[in-house]
């Protein structure tokens, strides 16, 4: 394995290591456990990230995303490869005050975010204790929450559109789909036409939304991460002709990194305006 770890990190632009010290900074989160990954990577491109998929499949390992590692239940440390963002994805590309949205790679952080915001009279709401360092990543992969979450809703709430890296090393975007849109997704030979149409397939039983809706815990509870969110799945067009139109990136929010590697491109999420509330 140390020398398939060391072929890797000539192939990657980043950083791979898997000396004791690192890996030992690694093994902890903000929580009580300790497990020792096997290396821990600082990608800085998209072709890091699918060369470490590549990398995980080929070796029956994991990759473990993470950010700033402030978790609080050990969601972030195992023994697989660890994926820090937090060094190089760290731009935000875009903000449309108009629409009020912005576009951020996942490695920047919560108040940073806010303070670049400032000027224009936004703000991103979810607000966790450890807003001055946690990123915008993490925030997604647990949908955080916070003491502003009964005004501002969860980080699921303000997420728009998910650029991801799927485990076979292609890239997919989650957003809002029409009716048509969803069609054409159905219709894709891909792993991403797979997952919508292993979704709808495994949705559309009645019995099975029934049992979903009767077992998952309220929607009114904010930040309830006991599983993937497919009960909010199941609130969206078209299992609700009248709620929203289907969105993956609902499911992936919480869902700790385990369904995809966030894309450093120009994932979107939604931005308030403070005056307003």
Avoid: W
Avoid at 138 to 159: E, F, L
């Amino acid at each position: 394995m140390q020398q398939a770890l060391a072929q890797l990190a000539g192939q990657l632009e980043g950083e791979l290591h898997y000396d004791s010290l690192l890996r030992a900074l690694y093994a902890t989160d903000g929580s009580i456990y300790k497990a020792y990954p096997l290396a821990v990577a600082l990608p800085c491109s998209v072709a890091d990230l699918k060369k470490l998929i590549t990398f995980a499949r080929q070796n029956h390992t994991s990759l473990i995303p993470r950010t700033a590692g402030t978790s609080l239940a050990g969601q972030c440390v195992g023994e697989g490869i660890v994926v820090d963002v937090s060094k190089h994805f760290t731009k935000i590309l875009e903000v449309n005050v108009e629409e009020q949205t912005v576009r951020l790679q996942p490695g920047v952080i919560r108040d940073e975010l806010n303070r670049h915001l400032q000027p224009y009279g936004l703000y991103f709401g979810p607000n966790t204790s450890t807003a001055n360092r946690c990123m915008l990543g993490g925030m997604v992969g647990n949908n955080s929450c916070g003491t502003t979450s009964i005004v501002y809703g969860s980080t699921r709430d303000h997420v728009i559109e998910l650029h991801t890296v799927l485990s076979d090393g292609s890239e997919a975007v989650f957003g809002p789909l029409s009716a048509t849109e969803l069609e054409g997704k159905l219709q894709l030979d891909t792993l991403e036409g797979q997952l919508y149409r292993h979704m709808l397939a495994e949705l559309s039983p009645a019995e099975v939304r029934e049992e979903i809706r009767s077992q998952y815990p309220k929607p009114s509870i904010h930040r309830r991460n006991t599983g993937y969110a497919i009960d909010l799945l199941l609130r969206q067009q078209p299992f609700d002709p009248a709620g929203k139109p289907f969105n993956f990136a609902t499911m992936i929010c919480g869902s700790e990194g385990t369904l995809s590697l966030l894309h450093p491109g120009r994932s979107r999420g939604s931005i308030d305006d403070r005056i307003s509330r």
